[in-house]
Nanobody, 115 residues
Framework: QVQLVESGGGLVQAGGSLRLSCAAS????????MEWYRQAPGKQRELVAK???????NYADSVKGRFTISRDRAKNTVYLRMNSLKLEDTAVYYC?????????WGQGIQVTVSL
C-alpha cells in the first residue's frame, strides 16, 4: 500500500503563498493520479487539484489561476503551489494517491490564512 507524507502547511497572511509537498512511498508514475483535497470546518472534503499519470491537470474553479499542481519523478513527490491565498483557503489539505480500485490518503496538513 502506498504511504503518503504531507508537509509545508502552516499559517500565512492573505495574499501570501505556500507550497505543500506530498512524498509517496512508490513511483508516482505507476499511479493513475495524484490529487489534493481540502476540508474546511463544517464543510465537505473537496477536490482542489489533480494530476494524472500522463501529466494532465485539473483544478477546482475556486483555485484556478492561483494554485498549481506539479510533480518530481526523482523524488516521488507531488506539490501544490498556492499563491494569492484567501481566507477561504483555510482548511486541512489532504494528498491522495489514486490506483485502480483504491485511493490512499495522507494524514492531512493544516493551512491557515489570516488577515
Amino acid at each position: 500500500q502506498v504511504q503518503l507524507v504531507e508537509s509545508g502547511g502552516g499559517l500565512v497572511q492573505a495574499g501570501g503563498s505556500l507550497r505543500l509537498s506530498c512524498a509517496a512511498s512508490t513511483n508516482i508514475f505507476w499511479l493513475n493520479a495524484m490529487e489534493w483535497y481540502r476540508q474546511a470546518p463544517g464543510k465537505q472534503r473537496e477536490l482542489v487539484a489533480k494530476i494524472t499519470s500522463g501529466g494532465g491537470t485539473n483544478y477546482a474553479d475556486s483555485v484556478k489561476g492561483r494554485f498549481t499542481i506539479s510533480r518530481d519523478r526523482a523524488k516521488n513527490t507531488v506539490y501544490l503551489r498556492m499563491n494569492s491565498l484567501k481566507l477561504e483557503d483555510t482548511a486541512v489539505y489532504y494528498c491522495a494517491a489514486v490506483e485502480v480500485g483504491a485511493t490512499t490518503w495522507g494524514q492531512g496538513i493544516q493551512v491557515t490564512v489570516s488577515l
